[in-house]
């Protein structure tokens, strides 16, 4: 063990709201709006971690304040983990992904300050203009994958686009092996 500074990095926690669709699943996105990140681009409901707080309350708080949705915390499933670097910068974050099939209440913008749209996407076919690393997340659940990198490099784009460079490597491990 080294003696020196340890790495830290902040956590944010993602909802992936989950129904079943005449087509398929679906999932419940948003559309960032005003002075945040990536404002005008699709991402899953999301933040940060406040002080005490464990992940599974703050996805819970995030899905309430955005969304409307009460969800309770036994209908709470992990689902993916992404190590993430941001292309406007050096330091990288931890994404936790959470599963939910089962909530009460319909969906609909809370903040439209910070949101200007939510809608239900095929999750084979998330809308454009997405950001990056929400969509590398969705990519591993698709897969059935427990984790994935996504390392932007300076000059990359924040949302993702076909065709760039594949910044995504998805990481295989003891849930590999599908959804249902």
């Not at 944010?12 to 990536?38: C, K, M, N, T």
């Amino acid at each position: 063990m080294s003696g020196g500074a340890r790495h830290t990095v902040p956590v944010d926690v993602h909802l992936i709201l989950r129904r079943d669709g005449e087509a398929g699943p679906e999932v419940l996105l948003s559309r960032r709006a005003g002075p945040v990140y990536a404002s005008g681009l699709w991402h899953l409901p999301s933040g940060h971690l406040d002080p005490g707080e464990d992940m599974v309350e703050a996805v819970i708080r995030e899905a309430r304040e955005e969304t409307g949705a009460l969800i309770d915390s036994e209908d709470v499933t992990a689902a993916v983990t992404v190590h993430h670097r941001p292309p406007l910068g050096t330091r990288s974050r931890i994404g936790v992904f959470f599963e939910v099939r089962r909530w009460s209440g319909e969906p609909h913008v809370m903040e439209p300050d910070r949101c200007d749209a939510m809608a239900w996407y095929p999750l084979h076919a998330p809308p454009d203009p997405m950001v990056a690393y929400c969509r590398s997340g969705l990519d591993a659940y698709r897969a059935g994958l427990p984790a994935a990198v996504h390392f932007q490099q300076p000059g990359d784009r924040i949302h993702y686009a076909a065709g760039d460079a594949d910044r995504t490597r998805l990481l295989s491990g003891p849930l590999a092996g599908g959804r249902s």
